[in-house]
């Protein structure tokens, strides 16, 4: 049974940072693509980041890029996602996915998902 579990998430003021975690147990996470997503009351759940099973290719979204740091470490079965120069708009739910077949922006194409982890930025 596949389980995935973010945490890390939590209370920053604007211009903190946070690092999320997510475990992933019960699929081959050294061949698989993870993502990270989020979502905020009212809005469409967007990709944030995604990386491949080496970790050598990396894709970020505009609303992240140069501030938010995607990484993996296989032989923990983790996934990282290091968050930094936090504003109030990047408050929402985050989740980590996974895929065997692609990195990809689209949450559609990721087969197991976390419950995610709230992260809230004040003002």
């Known amino acids: 049974q596949v389980q995935v579990v973010e945490s890390g998430g939590g209370l920053v003021q604007a211009g903190g940072s946070l690092r999320l975690s997510c475990t992933a147990s019960g699929l081959t996470f050294g061949s698989a693509y993870m993502g990270w997503f989020r979502q905020a009351p009212g809005k469409e759940r967007e990709g944030l980041s995604c990386i491949g099973w080496s970790g050598r290719s990396t894709y970020y979204s505009d609303s992240v890029k140069g501030r938010f740091t995607i990484s993996r470490d296989n032989a923990k079965n983790t996934l990282y996602l290091q968050m930094n120069s936090l504003k109030p708009e990047d408050t929402a739910m985050y989740y980590c996915?996974?895929?065997?077949?692609?990195?990809?922006?689209?949450?559609?194409?990721?087969?197991?998902w976390g419950q995610g982890t709230q992260v809230t930025v004040s003002s």
């Open positions: 996915a996974a895929q065997y077949h692609y990195c990809s922006q689209s949450g559609s194409t990721y087969n197991y």
